[in-house]
């Protein structure tokens, strides 16, 4: 029997006009119904997205760097009017994409997007890194870690502190050949100077008082695999020649004499602080900033990636509420547009506090809104006037007034009056039903037995009326069913 390749359609609410039953005789095809759209499955060969629209739904965009090179149609309705400029643009910032119209021809197979539009890790690989690829300057971050993972070169991070240097050290280690190796983190800035070199070298017994036995020092329990060196800038300057030593001969001196112990690993060292600076001032040797700067990353704050803002908070809110042992909750789609909005000076180490305090306090309610993440209208307030009282060239902006963690109001759903001519009742109750089902399905991202707890309905009872009401064809779950 040969088997067809699968199209996944995405129709954002539109009448199929049974087209799907006429593709079949090329495609084996999946629909999706949801006003919303899904991910299309694993093995899809072709994702057709119906367009509706100026502008593409805020889904589409968050879900273009998990499908890598699948090839997108999007398709229009023959009796669409001519698409203008602005409507081409927008949905073509999406991606390379193709157009075509719907009607009874099938899309043809073979369709590819233009090359070059594709990061080098997809969203799900990153994410199993604990990163986020969806920004141009996260890509430009996840090309470099990709290529130094293929080699032992030294890497230098640089960024701010909380933009998660030591995340992206860690995924060059899991990407490389060495990934069965050890990890060794070492925080140069948190051990005391007179111990930082025994830590790092080892030392042989009786090299000073207390040395009662030989000790290897990370460098040693790091071979085959990875030392992290977070805060180098901190190092004092004899430590920095021992360091040097080690990068240019690939081996160890411990402490107290002996022979040099040779070691084969991958350095990886991070700063918050402008090292060259160092190197002006005296305090950093420049010979080794020259070592250390063979593949340098600058990592960029939050504030410049904020469409990456969405899929962190979700990200942390799954993990928190599994470190905590608690129900997992969802974020009300008010609060997206919120927190991209937020400065966040502590940059991704702020926001993931900022969610797991949002969870714990938010005690059993399912459902986490603007009025939650309040605390941060006065922290941000209190950080912004102390950047302003310090004259500094990079204040932060003016913060947000406390009205904007305040949900609106939504106005009224039974404010209605009854027409002269009458109305269908179980028509305009199907309509409420389907508003209802639809908004607690976009609250909970399509998981369904969340949605249902939020209109107080067990699970079977939603999917009944899922069908009822022809939101979706009624499938297995892939949603997280918490």
Known sequence: MIQLPRLHWSTLGDDTGGLEHRWAALWDITVDRGISPALPPRDVDLWVISVKGAWPPPELNRMMAEVAALPILLALQPESLALDLKTLVEWGSLGSMRWGVLGPEPPMPGLRPRSGTTTQLSATQALAFGLVGASVAMQSVLARARAAAATRATVLLLG??????????????????????????????????????????????????????????????????????????????????????????????????????????????????????KVQDGTFREDLFYRLEVVPITMPPLRERREEVPFLAQHFLNRKAREHGLYPKALHPSVDPLLMALPWPGNVRQLENAIERAIVLSGTRPVLTREDFAFLAERMGEMTSAGSAAGSAEALPAPMAASAFTSPQPAAAYGMDLPPEGLDLNQVVSEMEKTLMLQSLAITRGNKKRAADLLGLKRTTFLEKMKRLDLEEIEPATAEEG
């Open 160 to 277: 701010e502190s909380g933009t998660g240097k030591e995340v992206i050290a860690r995924a060059i280690h899991r990407m490389s050949a060495d990934a069965s190796g050890p990890f060794v983190a070492v925080h140069c800035g948190a051990i005391p100077e007179n111990l930082l070199e025994s830590e790092l070298f080892g030392y042989n017994k009786g090299a000073f008082t207390d040395a009662r036995k030989d000790t290897p020092g990370k460098f040693r329990e790091a071979h085959g695999g990875t030392i992290f060196l977070d805060e180098v800038g901190t190092m004092p300057l004899g430590a920095q020649v021992r360091l040097l030593r080690v990068l240019q001969e690939r081996e160890v001196q411990p402490l107290g004499g002996g022979a040099p112990v040779k070691v084969e690993l991958r350095v990886v060292t991070a700063s918050n602080v402008d090292l060259w600076k």
